[in-house]
């Protein structure tokens, strides 16, 4: 087997919303100082520049030189096994052309930079937690006795140096991933684009925005978006009509199609980001459907596979759940990968030190809660809108 190569730890940084710092989203941990606690934007001795070429990132880039499978990529390594294409493997085939770089454990400034703007969001999306929105804060508070985001009540965004490392940061890059948190809702993100426009950068950058879709595309942002080699936007959209305001409330569906409509009428690329969750993994053809009435060609749609929080992960269901889901399963593009994640991700023990549970008739019972919970206080439950998922809730194999 030929050594493994990737290019992300020479080419990409990610700052997470909660001002924690790692390669990309795929990594499995966020990286640490010599004590081992976790590098953290809001601390004012941290930077992007120091956390670019610390001790931790060496130590991935020589693993990969020594053509070894770091543990912290093995989300990566795992979907490959199972022929599922892989972000390393995306990222090699787009900056492929940085592998020079891979002789050195010392990197120039980031090509890619991936950048969550905090949690600053207008919603309160069932799969979603406080690290990305703080409309979950309270709800947290209420039904698990605690906040969830490990940076609650910190706000890396608006810390002026933050801001002076990303300004410098960026006048390398080549591409800019922005989200949040909802990234047309935080201010500071007018100050990049402008600052990337006066330094005459922007025409050299891609940037690919992944937004919730709530707001239409100002004549500001699209004088904006000309500046730049290339806007990409990826609305997280993970289901149509009543399912998809009964998942990302308060947001009304009408109003989303709209603004998505309104975009495929730019110059710019549309994409759609749908994630797999428990929730809409029988939505697959309403989805597929609405993307043809739309105009969306269906290889414009990204599928991810939720992972957390874990009660809508259905990776973590039994056997049994898995057959009820697959009996409604067809052959659409969608159900296809959901089938297949189905048939080759499965946990038989379950253990989660976060949410004191160890076992399966423990996730069970937590779903249970939850949605029973969240059903009481909203305009519409479960069994209205999703009837076959709302029997598998309440009927669960242990």
Known sequence: ??????????TQIEVCATGYVRPCAEYLHEFTDDEGSKLDLNNADTTLETVWNNAEYKALRQQYINGERPAGCNKCFSQEDQGILSRRQRELEIHGKHLHLMDSTDAPNPVLFDVKLGNHCNLKCKICNSEFTKKWEATELELFGQVINPSYGKNWVQQQDNWNSILNISDNAEVLYLSGGEPFLIEEHNQLLEHLIAQDKAKDIWIKYHTNGTFKLTDKLLEQ???????????????????????????????????????????????????VSLLNCLSGTNMLEWCTKVGIPHNAIDINFLHAPMYYNISLLSYAQKDYIKQFLTNNLIDEQVNKFIDTQHVEEIKNKNWQINSRKEVDNLRRYVISKLDSKGNAALVDVNPKISKLVGNDET
């Not at 087997?1 to 020479?10: E, N, Q």
């Not at 990409?232 to 199609?257: C, F, M, T």
């Open 1 to 10: 087997m030929a050594s493994p190569k990737c290019i992300v730890p020479w």
């Open 225 to 275: 978006f000309a500046q730049f080699k290339r806007i990409q936007l990826h609305y997280s959209i993970d289901d149509v009509g009543a399912n998809y305001e009964y998942q990302r409330p308060p947001a009304k569906w009408q109003r989303v199609e709209d603004n998505i409509v309104h975009a495929l009428q730019q110059d710019i690329d549309v994409r759609i980001t749908y994630t």
